[in-house]
């Protein structure tokens, strides 16, 4: 598969354009209910996760005849065998690496770009990689349409990473491996936090933290989660 790269270069808003006017969100009070009630009361504590979660229009990231369902507590089909994953796991997710400003967080999978635009309220940038490529394209179009000027996406196989713009302070895989591929550790900064589903797939797998102090790689299972599979070029 040759690699294709984007860069959406426009800035971010809650705000967003339709038909060149700036348009009220219509679920916005939809998705401060999910927070509440899906997200908050399930211990998600860190006030950047809470306020990126209230920010990004999650309806803008299903296909739309999914769109009134959106904001339910479980994840959604996006096509291509692949799914939006429940709106608390992508906040614990994104809790776990611990974002800050001026992070570069790399993430494996894009699907449609929710978990990319979440990052990409919080941290510096955000370079998610998609092997399916009508997904990435996609996601290319509606977070150049959401206005995000900090997520560069990469239509590509993600088991090998983004060497050339490694290292990264976080690693965000949303696809469920075998093992931890080993790129992805090396691409991790010391002092890093990388979350990944690993078991096979169509099972029960385990969510596991990766950090990586001193050279040295430290692992710790957190919960049973199920993802869709990590997707090779040879698969």
């Known amino acids: 598969m040759s690699k294709i790269l984007f860069s959406v270069c426009l800035a971010g808003f809650s705000l967003f354009a339709l038909n060149g006017e700036a348009q009220q969100d219509p679920f916005e009070e939809a998705r401060k209910l999910m927070v509440r009630q899906q997200i908050e009361s399930r211990d998600i504590r860190s006030k950047p996760v809470l306020d990126a979660m209230r ?5 803008r990231f299903v296909p739309a005849d999914y769109r009134k369902e959106a904001y ?3 994840p959604l089909p996006i096509g291509y065998g692949q799914t939006i994953s429940q709106p608390y796991i992508v906040a614990y997710m994104t809790e776990l690496i611990r974002p800050e400003p ?3 967080v790399l993430e494996i999978g894009t699907g449609s770009g ?3 635009a979440v990052l990409a309220e ?3 940038s955000v370079y998610t990689i998609e092997i399916v490529e009508e997904l990435g394209l996609a996601a290319v179009q509606r977070l150049q349409d959401l206005s995000y000027d900090n997520v560069h996406v990469k239509i590509a196989d993600g088991y090998d990473g ?3 713009v490694g290292p990264f302070d976080a690693i965000v895989v949303t696809a469920a491996a075998n093992f931890v591929p080993p790129p992805l550790i090396k691409q991790l900064k010391d002092g890093g936090r990388m979350i990944i589903p690993v078991g096979s797939p169509f099972q029960v797998q ?3 933290l990766v950090e990586k102090k001193n050279q040295q790689v430290r692992t710790e299972n957190l919960l049973p989660v199920r993802f869709v599979p ?3 070029d040879n698969d």
Request: charged share 30%.
């Open 55 to 59: 920010a990004v229009p999650r309806h």
């Open 72 to 74: 339910r507590d479980g």
């Open 102 to 104: 001026g992070f570069k």
């Open 114 to 116: 929710y978990q990319a």
């Open 122 to 124: 919080i941290v510096d």
């Open 162 to 164: 983004w060497e050339s």
């Open 206 to 208: 385990q969510l596991k």
């Open 230 to 232: 990590f997707t090779r």
